[in-house]
């Protein structure tokens, strides 16, 4: 509907007019720190925990629809599959398909060796997985099958977007602080953005346009080019780590920062 949904440490769910600012919906009562979000097919709001639940709400009265307690560890990543089924990662270094209408566990991927970081669902319908084992994976979600691993950080990978063109954007952190640009179809790098950068990959988005934003601890979003690896611009304003991006309807970016605020910039 054109809202914005942002979670917080804070334990809390709110819901955003991102058009006067106007906030619509507390949504209270979790016991544990909220990690990731993502929209179901219903329009249902999807939240990933702490305590490696995850909770599903309708974001139109605030009520709780149900509660899937599956992982062990912290829920850092959740993504809408086309098929109406829902992935979530974690700390616990699986990931979960999930039936988000009656609750069901479909099956559990595993493979990675470190904490899973970040999900994205490609153009074909694969799921790329990122993790601090400094891999990504690409997996077929309708059988569970590993395609391949992608190598190539030197680093934990932070971050993963699919980009208009098909390719995969990935961003990472310590020492590798690049974002690179793969073709997820073959496993081959395209090309390697923002060498030089001293900060982590935190968040990435693709733009309308085609550009890609990234989202860094310098308290940063700087936008690229990425079919040429260009700097566009560097957007500033923050006053701590810039740890999440979302694209809105109207093409405006939200970026929501460790200085507890949501910023708006077209």
């Given amino acids: 509907n054109g809202n914005l949904a942002s979670a917080s440490v804070d334990k809390t ?127 077929n979600p309708n059988n569970g099958s590993l395609i391949r691993t992608l190598t190539g950080h030197t680093s934990s990978v932070y971050s993963l977007v699919a980009l208009p063109n098909g390719l995969l954007a990935s961003g990472s952190g310590f020492e590798d602080y690049v974002i690179n640009i793969w073709n997820p179809d073959d496993g081959l790098l395209i090309r390697t953005v923002g060498r030089g950068q001293t900060w982590s990959v935190r968040s990435l988005a693709a733009l309308p346009n085609g550009f890609l934003a990234s989202a860094s601890d310098d308290m940063t979003v700087k936008i690229w080019n990425p079919n040429d690896g260009s700097l566009i611009q560097t957007l500033n304003g923050h006053t701590s780590k810039v740890k999440s991006l979302a694209v809105l309807p109207n093409g405006n970016l939200a970026r929501g920062s460790r200085d507890d605020t949501i910023k708006i910039w077209k």
């Fill in 13 to 139: 769910l709110r819901i955003w007019n991102p058009i006067d600012g106007s906030l619509i919906r507390n949504i209270t009562g979790n016991k544990n720190w909220l990690f990731s979000l993502d929209v179901l097919l219903n329009g249902n709001l999807a939240s990933g925990l702490d305590d490696g639940t995850i909770k599903i709400w309708n974001p139109e009265d605030g009520s709780l629809i149900r509660t899937l307690s599956c992982h062990t560890d912290k829920i850092t990543s959740l993504a809408f599959l086309p098929n109406g089924n829902l992935a979530s990662g974690s700390r616990d270094k699986t990931i979960r398909l999930w039936n988000p209408i009656d609750g069901s566990s479909i099956r559990t991927l595993t493979g990675h060796t470190d904490r899973i970081t970040s999900l994205a669902v490609l153009h074909n319908g694969n799921l790329a997985s990122g993790s601090e084992d400094q891999t990504i994976s690409i997996w």
